[in-house]
């Protein structure tokens, strides 16, 4: 248990950098509005149920006398075709839409992460079977594994999540496993074995932690593009079902009425598309201010 | 009757795409219980390649023993597993003063924190007469101000505080054999001086056998009672320091002798880069050597002995002196 909380301790580095990125993130004028955003997004995610103005309509409350009415003051977004008010599902998507992509990026990276550091610490036939699975995975159409999911669990919203974790695991695995590799002929390590400290120590407290900077990085990347593809899925029917107010799905059921709602499919878009535009502002900036060739100061 | 570490016929090579590249060819290397043996030669001569040889550490798949046995306490360490090696020599019953302070601690830890989990682990201990006896351990390398120094990360210690704390790990692992590989290289001469101190101190003090590596003849002379003389991975010259320092008889060895600093300016009598072509199946020094005679292009001179444990390889060991 032990080597856990030292591998707890550990995460330091990259946390530092991590924040090392935002300090010199804040110096840009889009970076730093990209940043507010996201926090923003954050905090609506958060209150969400002091936010919205009718937290039932989030989930199955109907309406009848209000459905598809126009946005006004009192339906900021409008209403959806049960009389929903729009604002408070969006918002609520908010919430769902964070929720999933946290998880599902943090699952990839307690699979992809360990793996890595296994294949890159031990070398040679570990590191063989290891990294050709990695390839196994890497060479699944993410679109038509979730749909092969779908078809086999149902589909619903942990299995997209699922789906997504299994085609995304992989690319953690290489990164770490390119750092560990490097890493493990670094004079710590070798000291380290000299006195004889046993395998999996070298690899959890020396290799690990000293490799995890740039996932935590690339992991604060992709958050944009796992929010893109659950919103696909659910679009498809393969993530969230009804009631869910997840905006996939609440754009993929506005299809039927958008010739005369238009706020049906626009806000749940716009949330959607200045979400994912955040987020890779985002992670363009952490890998322009990680990279000493880009990197304008 | 063995000597309590000895190594026999030892042959290392490196594969590279050009085939297979030996580094190192030592026909005998003894030293007592207790003793300090240094080993002397310029950069690339095998210094580190033997002692990662002997932790069983070379790197893998490139570096090989082809042939040889290294016995220590009566055992034969190139034949025990990776396993046996990590859980019975390393660290438990020999470990290792790397040459680099700078790159030898893990960056993300605490000093306090890698000392005390080879304490832990080493020594059985657990809280508080853990962090005492790393208090200890800090105290033995003369490190000052231990109650501050274990909160530090590597980084923000000095060259020496660091080469300090890498000993007291090295020696909390209670090794009764210890490789210093040029312990004191990257230092300023007076840590040095400490550092070497130190050593000999320890080495008294727990009886413990070390095997010192060093580029600088001159710390040789200090600390180790037998020297050997290693060039392109062959002993060239061997004996007790004061004799070899005295009455070197191989060029090269008095190469080294003469490139200690002294008080008056002395030339360097002999070439330190290759003023002739190699000997193919000769002498390794040939190509360096200003005293190469025809007889050095035929043969590769082999260990004799010249004057008691005093050995050289050299066909000319009777004339060069100078």
């Avoid at chain 2, 090579?13 to 050009?18: D, H, I, K």
């Avoid at chain 2, 070497?196 to 200090?222: R, Y």
């Avoid at chain 2, 004799?243 to 330190?272: C, G, M, W």
């Amino acid at each position: 248990m032990r080597w856990f909380f030292d591998f707890i301790k550990t995460l330091q580095p990259g946390i530092r950098e991590l924040r090392m990125s935002f300090y010199l993130l804040n110096r840009n004028r889009l970076q730093r509005f990209s940043l507010i955003i996201i926090i923003a997004l954050v905090l609506v995610a958060i209150f969400a149920p002091v936010i919205a103005p009718y937290p039932s309509h989030a989930i199955s409350a109907t309406n009848p006398d209000d459905k598809l009415l126009a946005p006004s003051a009192k339906y900021l977004f409008g209403t959806d075709e049960l009389g929903r008010d729009l604002f408070s599902r969006v918002i609520y998507g908010t919430r769902i839409s964070l929720q999933t992509a946290l998880i599902a990026v943090g699952l990839a990276m307690l699979v992809g992460v360990p793996l890595g550091a296994i294949a890159g610490g031990l070398g040679g036939v570990a590191d063989e079977i290891i990294m050709r699975i990695t390839d196994v995975f890497l060479s699944f159409p993410p679109l038509l594994l979730a749909i092969a999911i779908a078809a086999f669990l149902g589909p619903n919203l942990e299995n997209a999540m699922l789906s997504i974790v299994i085609s995304w695991w992989p690319w953690y695995t290489r990164i770490i496993r390119g750092q560990a590799v490097s890493i493990r002929e670094r004079q710590f390590v070798r000291a380290a074995r000299s006195i004889g400290t046993p395998v999996h120590r070298i690899i959890f407290n020396h290799i690990l932690p000293n490799a995890f900077a740039p996932v935590i990085v690339q992991a604060s990347m992709d958050i944009g593009g796992v929010i893109l593809t659950i919103a696909s899925l659910s679009f498809l029917g393969l993530g969230a079902q009804p009631p869910t107010p997840e905006w996939g799905l609440l754009i993929s059921t506005s299809r039927t009425y958008f010739l005369n709602a238009w706020w049906y499919s626009t806000f749940p878009g716009l949330a959607i598309f200045i979400t994912v535009l955040v987020f890779n502002l985002i992670g363009d900036g952490i890998r322009e201010v990680l990279d000493p060739r880009t990197r304008k100061f | 009757m063995r000597k309590y570490f000895e190594i026999k016929n030892l042959s290392v090579g490196f594969n590279t795409f050009e085939g297979i590249r030996p580094v190192l060819n030592i026909e005998e290397l003894a030293i007592d219980r207790g003793e300090t043996f240094g080993l002397v030669g310029e950069s690339g001569a095998g210094k580190t390649v033997l002692a990662l040889t002997i932790l069983g550490l070379l790197p893998k798949p490139a570096g090989m023993i082809h042939s040889g046995e290294i016995w220590f306490d009566g055992e034969d360490l190139t034949k025990k597993s990776e396993r046996e090696m990590a859980n019975h020599y390393r660290g438990s019953r020999i470990s290792m003063i790397f040459q680099d302070p700078m790159s030898t601690l893990n960056p993300v830890f605490t000093v306090g924190h890698q000392i005390t989990r080879v304490i832990e682990k080493q020594q059985g201990l657990k809280g508080e007469a853990c962090e005492k006896r790393v208090l200890e351990m800090l105290d033995v390398v003369r490190l000052s101000d231990a109650q501050n120094m274990i909160k530090k990360y590597p980084h923000e210690l000095s060259g020496g505080q660091r080469q300090r704390v890498i000993i007291a790990i090295a020696l909390s692992c209670g090794a009764e054999f210890l490789i210093a590989d040029e312990p004191t290289r990257n230092l300023d001469v007076t840590i040095q001086a400490g550092i070497l101190k130190l050593i000999g101190d320890l080495q008294k003090e727990f009886n413990i056998s070390v095997l010192f590596i060093a580029n600088n003849m001159g710390l040789v002379n200090v600390v180790c009672r037998n020297v050997g003389v290693l060039y392109k991975g062959k002993m060239v010259e061997k004996g007790t320091s004061v004799e070899v320092i005295h009455n070197a008889k191989h060029p090269y060895t008095q190469t080294l002798i003469s490139a200690i600093p002294r008080d008056k300016s002395e030339k360097l009598k002999f070439a330190s880069v290759a003023i002739k072509p190699e000997a193919e199946h000769g002498c390794p020094y040939y190509a360096r050597c200003v005293l190469a005679e025809d007889q050095c292009t035929q043969h590769v001179p082999m260990l004799e002995a010249v004057h008691g444990d005093h050995e050289v390889a050299c066909f000319l060991a009777d004339r060069s002196n100078l």
